[in-house]
């Protein structure tokens, strides 16, 4: 029963590279599928494709478990942005997945997987907590900065933890990233279920409830905060950096050809190291925005994936910093969908599911669109 | 029974699926393809399991249920990499993401349900009184028996046939393997295919062995400690075998002291594999520094016959 639909995951797959897929082994249509070096990039609309094509693989899937697939997606659409409640909703889940997203991007853009934000995140909001814990009495001009600081120092920390074993050790980031998002989320179970614990919380796996002067200023009667502002001026701030500056001009290159940037003299370890402590500070400042404009405690389960979903948040926008505002929304939306659906009996993770169907759809499509399709002797034609 | 022989029975017990998992990655990794997708391949393979085992009642339609779908999930990432030469890394990536919502979703109606039976012993009487290899090697299941074969077969097939020749070649440099004529794209594919069936079983033996109910995200990271266990291994079988029998103890490291009445909160003894995983690379990487890593040296690089990138 169980491998039916996942046959048909193949079968939307390759339904996407027909062409690219057959002849690719046998050359007896003497037709050759090869790079077009002419292209440079792809078109816009692949990631708009991509989205469409994953909610449709999904469909299939939703359908057969016996839903209506378009009553499904009906509900999480407007769960997401057809109430008021929904549309800040959906914003106040933008807020991490923009700040994890950027963080992300940047260190893609040099080649460095960082695929640890879940755990930079987690650390921040672990060392934005430990603010509120032994400090309480700060007035919030006081609290709030030091929060910030603590956060961004934890998440950048957490980062480092990834760059100096790869600069110096020559260790896969992949790896030592992803075992220290473990580490990081044990160590807040911890924290949370031990000496932590809310005294009066009866047993409820969370620190006490953070002061008035400890939470992130609120619009209006929304839970929206003041954390969408943090994001906006980051991305903001990263793309004059990169635009205007000689360290942006450096990681161009870094991103462009690693080995000539090094020849040229351009110190990569230094780069890496820096880039991964912004990446790690940028996740840990959405993990104490989470903490102190949303749950305004540090409880178990505080993220539900955004450093990894944080991840197709930055490919879908092509590490653009501007496209990651988009897509941090659309993403956000996803999840607040998520939860909508909840309600008539499907499982949360179906906009789990969504996520890894876009990110395969946005790969393919970004190199589907890079190949060409060539009748041997004849003209070229696209594939 | 002494300490040793507890250790070595725990090491096979929880290292088996890590074994298993790491076989079938070494196999795609040699062919100089990057899998990163384990994660999500060992919980599709083990919601597979745990779903046709329910709802059949027979362990061979299970197995036989996993092979497929991890089959198909392979063939999506050898699309991908091979025939459109898309990021490997995301393409893995989006495996592992897609595999574990997936899994969830499937294994929702089934989570918590313990499964009707288990992978049969083979009962070694003639052992069994044996002092040391007795409760070792005496009461093994299938799979376990399974997982030492393959350890045997890839080496001989990887270091002492012909086939095993070219796909080393095609790892290590597949323009000069093309141009010796052996079918590069062809190989690559059955490596991914058949690479991702191990996996899956791996997943399958997590669930049917090991832990005998479906939890969501039951792989805990194995996915990736076995992809870690790769590198420890040089992407050779029979180290894999030590090295994933080593974090099998890790594995079950943090439980025994536990057992022992110590003072250290569960939390940190649960840490211990991971960031062990971390520190034995960094020690690999400054051991090894001054010589190759092990690694096929076109692992990464996508090729296209007549292209040049």
């Given at each position: 029963?169980?491998?039916?639909?996942?046959?048909?995951?193949?079968?939307?797959?390759?339904?996407?590279?027909?062409?690219?897929?057959?002849?690719?082994?046998?050359?007896?249509?003497?037709?050759?599928?090869?790079?077009?070096?002419?292209?440079?990039?792809?078109?816009?609309?692949?990631?708009?494709?991509s989205v469409v094509l994953a909610l449709a693989v999904c469909a299939v899937f939703i359908a057969a478990s016996g839903m209506n697939p378009l009553a499904v997606y009906r509900k999480m659409f407007m769960g997401a942005f057809g109430t008021e409640f929904g549309f800040?909703?959906?914003?106040?889940?933008?807020?991490?997945?923009?700040?994890?997203?950027?963080?992300?991007?940047?260190?893609?853009?040099?080649?460095?997987?960082?695929?640890?934000?879940?755990?930079?995140?987690?650390?921040?909001?672990?060392?934005?907590?430990?603010?509120?814990?032994?400090?309480?009495?700060?007035?919030?001009?006081?609290?709030?900065?030091?929060?910030?600081?603590?956060?961004?120092?934890?998440?950048?920390?957490?980062?480092?933890?990834?760059?100096?074993?790869?600069?110096?050790?020559?260790?896969?980031?992949?790896?030592?990233?992803?075992?220290?998002?473990?580490?990081?989320?044990?160590?807040?179970?911890?924290?949370?279920?031990?000496?932590?614990?809310?005294?009066?919380?009866?047993?409820?796996?969370?620190?006490?409830?953070?002061?008035?002067?400890?939470?992130?200023?609120?619009?209006?009667?929304?839970?929206?905060?003041?954390?969408?502002?943090?994001?906006?001026?980051?991305?903001?701030?990263?793309?004059?950096?990169?635009?205007?500056?000689?360290?942006?001009?450096?990681?161009?290159?870094?991103?462009?050809?690693?080995?000539?940037?090094?020849?040229?003299?351009?110190?990569?370890?230094?780069?890496?190291?820096?880039?991964?402590?912004?990446?790690?500070?940028?996740?840990?400042?959405?993990?104490?925005?989470?903490?102190?404009?949303?749950?305004?405690?540090?409880?178990?389960?505080i993220s539900p994936g955004y450093g990894y979903t944080a991840i197709i948040v930055a490919w879908l926008a092509k590490l653009n910093p501007f496209g990651i505002i988009l897509s941090s929304f659309l993403f956000g939306g996803l999840i607040v969908g998520g939860y909508?659906?909840?309600?008539?009996?499907?499982?949360?993770?179906?906009?789990?599911?969504?996520?890894?169907?876009?990110?395969?759809?946005?790969?393919?499509?970004?190199?589907?669109?890079?190949?060409?399709?060539?009748?041997?002797?004849?003209?070229?034609?696209?594939? | 029974?002494?300490?040793?022989?507890?250790?070595?029975?725990?090491?096979?017990?929880?290292?088996?699926?890590?074994?298993?998992?790491?076989?079938?990655?070494?196999?795609?990794?040699?062919?100089?393809?990057?899998?990163?997708?384990?994660?999500?391949?060992?919980?599709?393979?083990?919601?597979?399991?745990?779903?046709?085992?329910?709802?059949?009642?027979?362990?061979?339609?299970?197995?036989?249920?996993?092979?497929?779908?991890?089959?198909?999930?392979?063939?999506?990432?050898?699309?991908?990499?091979?025939?459109?030469?898309?990021?490997?890394?995301?393409?893995?990536?989006?495996?592992?993401?897609?595999?574990?919502?997936?899994?969830?979703?499937?294994?929702?109606?089934?989570?918590?349900?313990?499964?009707?039976?288990?992978?049969?012993?083979?009962?070694?009487?003639?052992?069994?009184?044996?002092?040391?290899?007795?409760?070792?090697?005496?009461?093994?299941?299938?799979?376990?028996?399974?997982?030492?074969?393959?350890?045997?077969?890839?080496?001989?097939?990887?270091?002492?046939?012909?086939?095993?020749?070219?796909?080393?070649?095609?790892?290590?440099?597949?323009?000069?393997?093309?141009?010796?004529?052996?079918?590069?794209?062809?190989?690559?594919?059955?490596?991914?295919?058949?690479?991702?069936?191990?996996?899956?079983?791996?997943?399958?033996?997590?669930?049917?062995?090991?832990?005998?109910?479906?939890?969501?995200?039951?792989?805990?990271?194995?996915?990736?400690?076995?992809?870690?266990?790769?590198?420890?291994?040089?992407?050779?079988?029979?180290?894999?075998?030590?090295?994933?029998?080593?974090?099998?103890?890790?594995?079950?490291?943090?439980?025994?002291?536990?057992?022992?009445?110590?003072?250290?909160?569960?939390?940190?003894?649960?840490?211990?594999?991971?960031?062990?995983?971390?520190?034995?690379?960094?020690?690999?990487?400054?051991?090894?520094?001054?010589?190759?890593?092990?690694?096929?040296?076109?692992?990464?690089?996508?090729?296209?016959?007549?292209?040049?990138?």
């Amino acid at each position: 029963m169980s491998d039916k639909p996942a046959g048909s995951a193949i079968a939307a797959n390759t339904a996407a590279a027909p062409a690219a897929a057959e002849p690719a082994n046998e050359g007896r249509l003497r037709l050759r599928i090869e790079f077009d070096p002419q292209r440079q990039g792809s078109p816009w609309w692949i990631p708009i494709v991509s989205v469409v094509l994953a909610l449709a693989v999904c469909a299939v899937f939703i359908a057969a478990s016996g839903m209506n697939p378009l009553a499904v997606y009906r509900k999480m659409f407007m769960g997401a942005f057809g109430t008021e409640f929904g549309f800040t909703e959906t914003l106040v889940k933008t807020i991490p997945l923009l700040l994890c997203g950027l963080g992300v991007a940047i260190a893609y853009r040099i080649s460095v997987w960082n695929i640890g934000a879940e755990g930079q995140f987690a650390a921040g909001a672990i060392a934005a907590t430990a603010v509120t814990i032994y400090f309480p009495g700060l007035p919030a001009y006081a609290a709030i900065p030091l929060m910030i600081a603590f956060s961004l120092a934890a998440g950048g920390l957490w980062g480092l933890l990834t760059a100096i074993p790869r600069t110096y050790f020559r260790v896969n980031e992949l790896i030592s990233s992803l075992m220290l998002n473990y580490v990081a989320l044990l160590a807040l179970d911890y924290f949370v279920f031990g000496p932590w614990k809310d005294p009066k919380g009866m047993n409820f796996p969370g620190t006490p409830m953070f002061t008035e002067a400890q939470s992130l200023p609120v619009l209006g009667a929304t839970r929206l905060h003041l954390g969408l502002v943090f994001g906006l001026a980051a991305v903001l701030l990263y793309a004059l950096l990169i635009r205007y500056t000689r360290w942006g001009y450096e990681l161009k290159l870094i991103g462009a050809n690693p080995d000539a940037a090094k020849n040229a003299g351009i110190p990569l370890n230094r780069h890496i190291l820096i880039v991964m402590l912004l990446s790690g500070g940028l996740a840990g400042l959405a993990g104490m925005s989470e903490v102190s404009g949303v749950a305004h405690r540090l409880m178990y389960g505080i993220s539900p994936g955004y450093g990894y979903t944080a991840i197709i948040v930055a490919w879908l926008a092509k590490l653009n910093p501007f496209g990651i505002i988009l897509s941090s929304f659309l993403f956000g939306g996803l999840i607040v969908g998520g939860y909508s659906v909840q309600t008539i009996g499907l499982p949360s993770s179906v906009s789990l599911m969504l996520q890894g169907a876009i990110l395969f759809f946005l790969i393919a499509g970004d190199t589907l669109f890079k190949l060409r399709l060539r009748r041997s002797g004849g003209k070229g034609r696209e594939a | 029974m002494d300490l040793f022989t507890q250790l070595v029975m725990a090491a096979v017990s929880s290292g088996t699926p890590l074994l298993i998992a790491t076989l079938g990655g070494i196999l795609i990794e040699r062919s100089g393809i990057i899998q990163l997708g384990a994660e999500g391949l060992m919980l599709m393979g083990a919601v597979t399991a745990c779903l046709t085992y329910l709802h059949t009642g027979s362990l061979a339609l299970a197995l036989l249920a996993v092979f497929g779908v991890s089959a198909l999930l392979g063939l999506i990432h050898g699309v991908m990499t091979v025939s459109l030469r898309a990021n490997q890394i995301v393409s893995g990536l989006a495996m592992t993401l897609f595999g574990t919502g997936f899994s969830a979703y499937l294994g929702k109606p089934v989570s918590g349900m313990p499964i009707p039976g288990s992978v049969p012993k083979l009962e070694l009487t003639f052992l069994q009184d044996v002092p040391v290899l007795g409760p070792i090697f005496g009461r093994l299941d299938l799979l376990t028996w399974f997982s030492f074969f393959l350890v045997i077969a890839m080496h001989l097939f990887i270091h002492r046939t012909s086939a095993g020749l070219h796909l080393r070649a095609i790892g290590d440099n597949p323009a000069t393997a093309d141009v010796m004529g052996i079918r590069v794209q062809w190989t690559r594919y059955a490596c991914i295919v058949i690479g991702s069936m191990l996996i899956g079983l791996a997943g399958a033996d997590l669930l049917l062995v090991f832990s005998p109910t479906w939890i969501e995200g039951m792989t805990a990271g194995r996915g990736w400690i076995a992809v870690a266990l790769i590198i420890f291994a040089r992407w050779n079988p029979v180290r894999a075998l030590l090295c994933a029998y080593f974090f099998g103890v890790l594995d079950t490291l943090g439980f025994r002291i536990q057992l022992v009445g110590s003072e250290v909160p569960s939390y940190f003894l649960k840490m211990i594999p991971y960031v062990v995983t971390i520190l034995v690379l960094m020690f690999l990487g400054w051991r090894n520094r001054n010589q190759p890593s092990g690694a096929p040296e076109s692992l990464g690089v996508p090729y296209l016959r007549e292209q040049r990138f």
